[in-house]
């Protein structure tokens, strides 16, 4: 309370701390700076009204993207879905030009001391009628600089299911089911956690999209069974079908997986992340790594 005895306006959260929903890592390091509508302020000195809906209710979206030697991977996909998670809220779409955020972001990079190599995170939330944009950027964690030699290892987290939705397929910052399984993975010292919908069928991980690969076909959920519209899954559907390969999008049982000869999880910062065990199931890893081979990360 303040002397008049009404709470105050506003509190001070740094971004890093408030809209940072992704699961704690062994690898972290902190910003000097953060980006907000086209100004740089020091990470720690951001003011967000307690009012606002993000705060109140995880209303926002947000990209997480990789910076590497031939710039941001995937910025027109990141940007596309940005647009339709906005349009979807019913946002107005105010903001820095596309050209001008990239640049803005590349200086972001550049103060954070992480040029070169960074994992970059874009928060969009609403305040009044306005859409407004906080970028973060970190170094990219050196786990994330190439392809997994350790198969990871998974399982089902099983005390929430994904609904399928008008707004599953979006990036939320109303993230507490996703973040609870990468933290459950984390306990029980597997690498991801696998989440189910509402069905009980497959549909994605804590942090990834999920494809199988049997008798040479690759398979993955459809966007009806409630998986997020992931950028890097995107990519791969459009650059297999160019390739001639496509994809079969369709439900996938646990009897499915436990039936897979390759079992395989993408996004955009990671890239691709082969899966050698779920349960009793031990995988290989080679259409996956022919895959990965293909990314220019």
């Known amino acids: 309370m303040n002397a008049g005895g009404k709470p105050p306006a506003f509190v001070c959260l740094g971004w890093q701390n408030i809209l940072r929903t992704g699961p704690t890592t062994s690898f972290t390091t902190a910003m000097a700076y953060i980006y907000h509508n086209g100004t740089f302020h020091p990470a720690d000195a951001a003011m967000l009204p307690v009012s606002n809906p993000a705060f109140r209710f995880g209303e926002g979206l947000f990209e997480t993207m990789r910076l590497g030697p031939h710039g941001i991977p995937l910025w027109e996909l990141h940007m596309e879905r940005l647009r339709t998670g906005m349009e979807r809220l019913g946002w107005q779409q105010e903001g820095p030009p596309v050209a001008a955020l990239y640049e803005e972001l590349q200086e972001l990079v550049a103060r954070n001391g992480c040029a070169g190599a960074a994992r970059i995170r874009l928060t969009v939330y609403r305040a009044g009628e306005r859409a407004e944009i906080v970028g973060e950027a970190r170094p990219l964690d050196p786990d994330d600089a190439g392809w997994n030699e350790r198969g990871w290892q998974v399982e089902v987290y099983p005390d929430a299911r994904k609904a399928a939705d008008a707004f599953s397929a979006l990036k939320l910052t109303s993230y507490l089911p996703y973040l609870m399984a990468a933290r459950r993975a984390a306990e029980q010292g597997l690498d991801e956690c696998l989440v189910l919908n509402s069905w009980g069928q497959v549909c994605e991980s804590a942090r990834m999209n999920l494809f199988i690969v049997r008798g040479g076909e690759i398979a993955t959920p459809p966007l009806s069974e409630g998986c997020i519209d992931g950028v890097m ?26 039936a897979a000869d390759e079992l395989f999880l993408t996004n955009s910062v990671k890239g691709i992340r082969w899966v050698e065990r779920f349960r009793s199931r031990a995988y290989t890893a080679r259409r996956a790594r022919e895959l990965y081979a293909g990314l220019r990360l």
């Open 233 to 258: 899954r995107r990519h791969l559907l459009r650059q297999l079908e160019g390739a001639g390969t496509p994809v079969r999008e369709t439900p996938l049982t646990m009897d499915d997986l436990l």
